[in-house]
């Protein structure tokens, strides 16, 4: 059974940092795209930034120059390095693995809260 585990998120004071981990686990077809995704309160689901299992990267534009993904591909696990934090960046932050080719899949984690105030 798969299961997505995020960790990391906290609160933080504005212009502070977080690194949010996503591990994957029970996974036995490779895992291709891995992403970070959040929602505030009131507002819809919107994609943070997205990873290849190659490395190829795509970030929301509110994302560039402030966030880094990574993944470690051995390990099944994305991570989300979030600087010069905003309070707009206030969400809860969920982690998904999606996979394209047989057998298709498509998992989310349970989300992890960051809340950015003073």
């Known amino acids: 059974q798969v299961q997505v585990v995020e960790s990391g998120g906290g609160l933080v004071q504005p212009g502070g940092s977080l690194r949010l981990s996503c591990a994957a686990s029970?996974?036995?077809?490779?895992?291709?795209?891995m992403g970070w995704y959040r929602q505030a309160p009131g507002q819809q689901r919107e994609l943070v930034a997205t990873?290849?299992?190659?490395?190829?990267?795509n970030y929301a534009d509110s994302a560039k120059g402030r966030f880094t993904i990574s993944r470690d591909n051995a390990k099944n696990t994305v991570y989300l390095q979030m600087n010069s934090l905003k309070p707009e960046d206030t969400a809860v932050y969920s982690c998904?693995?999606?996979?394209?080719?047989?057998?298709?899949?498509?998992?989310w984690g349970q989300g992890t809260q960051v809340t950015v105030s003073s």
């Open positions: 990873i290849t299992s190659g490395g190829n990267t």
């Open positions: 029970g996974i036995i077809f490779s895992i291709d795209i």
């Open positions: 998904n693995i999606r996979r394209g080719g047989w057998p298709k899949y498509d998992y």
